[in-house]
């Protein structure tokens, strides 16, 4: 005969594993926060309107990082679905247009020394016979030059776009530099005013636990316990419910990745007419690199170094040579030091926890992950939303695996840019092409690459963070050297290649004809702004 307080606890389980998961609270405020809670609040909205709710606790007293100034392309989309006007954003957060980022001295460290790394994909058949033909005849030129407009573009300060063309389009593949601590508080508006987040400012002082380990309410300062069925830790690096609640283990890549400092600065321009980058410009110092992010009122700036290969007074005068060449009272701007773990949790979702932004981990800012791990860490929660916690353990473990293995290119991809240098000025630069700090996953394809070009086709998932052809920007960006196939390419193919540099020249003249400069655009969206869609 079944004991009957067994049978009861069975039941009660089976319960609580039914309950509909209807209350979703997002700890923790800045982009991370007010991004996740507004792509779960507009999916909800749009699909099961007045069945759940989304709130988000943020604390006064903790001030936002507030560096990431640089997006992909995915912000668009993001924005766009949360029903936000790209003109009111623009206008309210200080955001420029970015096309890509330019790499200087990352090779040789030579003054000529540069390459890109733009955002459209390569026009036309960007495949293994374009590039064995850009090899043979056209390698005077770089491979995003003769595959793209875009560095054409960059280099000449112009917009991917034209003031006639509708919010979120483009004429050339853009993302955005923003103002961070604007932004923060333009989707915090956003949210709690068009898509009824309720917003709540006070600190948590306690976790509280049901009787399962799941996070069953926040015990706070002003508010009481707030209940929730899932909660979202965006708590930056403290990482609250995850990382001090769940204690889930964080994972460092410091033996990979060896940057662990930035010093920070805000540069005004000399003039509100100043010409604006359509890029981010990434300089290589001797010990690390420099970001400079160009915003509709000023630049963002900042020195990202390895505190074991260079001291924090070395690093600060790199940067101050850095600006003297654009400022002419370095003494005068005040500077900000951050401190970077790169790393990440060893698992994201936890019981009915998820970690989003810093809380989950935090790299370095190259090639603005940082931001787009957010973003598609809120799409996937908003379009897998589980029902109840037995479809939760099931989406929990799908997100886990997704994420670690995103984790993980994005390590591999951003190593790509410190190994493949030919620098011996410094032992950072030596000590990044050590095979012990490349990772074997990485290895493995570059043996692959030695003797076929880069493919989708060499990467697993159907979706992912960074897609062939930014491999093969930056590895034939810094020389990496494909070797011929014991085949030539035959008359239609060679015609084929020459046909697409042809186009791509043509269509990169058309459009350095016609485009605006970014400053101009920037000028004509405030006056006049862009044509809904």
């Known amino acids: 005969m079944p004991n009957p307080i067994d049978s009861g606890n069975t039941a009660n389980a089976a319960k609580e594993q039914s309950k509909n998961i209807q209350h979703i609270v997002v700890v923790g405020g800045g982009s991370a926060g007010w991004i996740t809670a507004g792509t779960i609040a507009a999916k909800l909205n749009n699909t099961f309107a007045g069945q759940y709710s989304v709130t988000l606790v943020e604390s006064a007293n903790v001030a936002p990082i507030g560096v990431g100034e640089g997006t992909w392309p995915t912000m668009r989309t993001t924005l766009k679905k949360m029903g936000i006007r790209e003109t009111d954003f623009i206008k309210q957060c200080h955001v420029s247009f970015k096309q890509g980022a330019k790499f200087a001295k990352w090779v040789t460290g030579k003054q000529d020394d540069y390459y890109y790394h733009p955002l459209m994909l390569p026009e036309g058949n960007n495949g293994e016979n374009t590039i064995r033909q850009w090899f043979t005849t056209d390698y005077s030129h770089s491979l995003s030059t003769s595959l793209s407009p875009q560095e054409s573009l960059c280099e000449a300060g112009l917009a991917p776009k034209y003031i006639t063309t509708a919010e979120y389009d483009a004429e050339a593949n853009y993302a955005y530099h923003l103002d961070a601590g604007r932004f923060s508080e333009f989707l915090k508006n956003h949210c709690v005013n068009k898509l009824d987040v309720r917003h709540l400012i006070t600190d948590v002082v306690a976790i509280n636990n049901d009787d399962y380990g799941y996070i069953d309410s926040l015990t706070t300062e002003d508010e009481g316990d707030i209940h929730g069925d899932l909660f979202i830790d965006c708590t930056g690096f403290n990482s609250l419910l995850l990382g001090k609640h769940f204690d889930v283990p964080f994972k460092s890549c410091k033996d990979i990745l060896f940057v662990d400092s930035a010093i920070a600065v805000q540069v005004p321009y000399e003039s509100e007419q100043s010409s604006i980058a359509s890029h981010t410009i990434s300089t290589a110092q001797s010990c690390g690199w420099i970001w400079d992010i160009g915003l509709s009122n000023r630049r963002g700036v900042g020195h990202v170094y390895a505190s074991q290969y260079i001291s924090e007074q070395e690093a600060l005068n790199e940067l101050k040579r850095y600006l003297a060449d654009s400022v002419d009272d370095v003494e005068s701007l005040s500077f900000r030091k951050i401190p970077i773990n790169p790393g990440h949790r060893e ?27 957010v973003e598609i860490s809120a799409a996937m929660i908003a379009e897998q939303l589980p029902v109840n916690r037995e ?122 004809n016609t485009l605006p400069s970014n400053r101009a655009l920037l000028n004509l969206i405030h006056q006049y702004g862009l044509q809904k869609i």
């Open 347 to 373: 698992k994201f979702w936890h019981k009915n926890c998820v970690a989003v932004g810093l809380s989950a981990g935090f790299l370095e800012p190259l090639e603005a992950s940082a931001l787009l791990l």
């Open 391 to 512: 479809a939760m353990e099931i989406v929990a473990q799908r997100f886990n695996d997704t994420f670690l293995y995103r984790w993980e290119r994005i390590i591999d991809f951003l190593k790509l840019h410190y190994m493949l240098n030919q620098r011996n000025d410094s032992a950072f630069w030596i000590d990044n092409r050590k095979a012990a700090s490349i990772p074997n996953s990485l290895q493995t394809l570059l043996t692959l690459w030695q003797t076929q070009v880069p493919s989708d086709n060499d990467f697993i998932h159907a979706t992912e963070v960074f897609p062939a052809a930014s491999y093969q920007y930056v590895l034939y960006g810094m020389g990496f050297n494909t070797h011929s196939a014991p085949w030539t390419l035959n008359e239609k193919q060679h015609d084929l290649a020459q046909t697409q540099f042809n186009l791509t020249k043509q269509k990169t003249q058309q459009l350095m």
